[in-house]
């Protein structure tokens, strides 16, 4: 099992519509957790901190957490064409004193 | 407060030559992280410094060497280059305790003819 998996995509949803982004780690002592967004050529931009179980709502983002269930999620609501890029989820693992960073899912939003 | 710096920003170099990137993290930040990145692919972990010693290393080959400096400012090295090391490299800056979220600069964009 990967410590932090994503789903490769290409996730395609249409403008307006709300874009679901899943995220699994096998820590269960991990304490926080991050979304990062990346678009094609830059360098990935922290858009999400989230540490307690439950949902975190930013403008039209949602971080969803469940730590029994090891999962976190990332909900874009009216998504953009603006939001296509990658979306990467990162993890510090309490065990080994670093960050680990999912493979990321790329997002296409249709107009 | 001034993000993280990485310096230069592209960088052309040929086959055999060695390379050196500088990354200047965020004021305060004592922890430096240093990622390859090719088209397509996700962030390769090369090494962590946190107070000028290495705490974290990925699997590279020791083409790839670090070093951080006491003002936290850290500079990574590529011996002997080859083409498959053509990539973007980032740096990344955290604060060094674990629940606290890295930043990344713009990166260096390494090509190698």
């Known amino acids: 099992q990967k410590e932090v998996e994503q789903n490769s995509g290409p996730l395609s949803v249409p403008e307006g519509a709300i874009a679901s982004l899943n995220c699994t780690y096998s820590?269960?002592?991990?304490?926080?957790f991050f979304w990062y967004r990346q678009y094609s050529g830059k360098s990935p931009e922290l858009i999400m901190s989230?540490?307690?179980?439950g949902d975190k709502e930013d403008g039209r983002f949602t971080a969803q957490l469940n730590k029994a269930s090891q999962y976190v999620s990332l909900l874009i609501r009216d998504s953009q064409p603006s939001d296509s890029a990658t979306y990467l989820c990162?993890?510090?693992?309490?065990?080994?004193?670093?960050?680990?960073f999912g493979s990321g899912t790329r997002l296409s939003i249709r107009p | 407060k001034a993000g993280v710096t990485q310096t230069p920003r592209y960088l052309i170099k040929t086959r055999g030559q060695q390379v050196t990137l500088s990354c200047s993290p965020i004021?305060?930040?004592?922890?430096v992280s240093w990622y390859q990145q090719t088209p397509g692919q996700g962030l390769q972990f090369l090494f962590e410094?946190?107070?000028?010693?290495?705490?974290n290393k990925g699997n590279f080959p020791g083409r790839f060497s670090g070093r951080q400096f006491s003002n936290s400012r850290s500079e990574m090295n590529v011996s002997t280059l080859e083409l498959g090391d053509s990539a973007l490299y980032l740096c990344?800056?955290?604060?060094?305790?674990?629940?606290?979220?890295?930043?990344f600069g713009d990166g260096t964009r390494l090509s190698i003819l």
């Open positions: 820590d269960r002592g991990s304490q926080s």
């Open positions: 004021s305060g930040h004592r922890s």
């Open positions: 410094y946190f107070s000028e010693t290495q705490r």
């Open positions: 990344a800056s955290s604060s060094g305790s674990g629940d606290q979220p890295q930043h």
């Open positions: 990162a993890v510090p693992y309490s065990s080994a004193s670093k960050i680990i």
């Open positions: 989230i540490y307690s179980n």
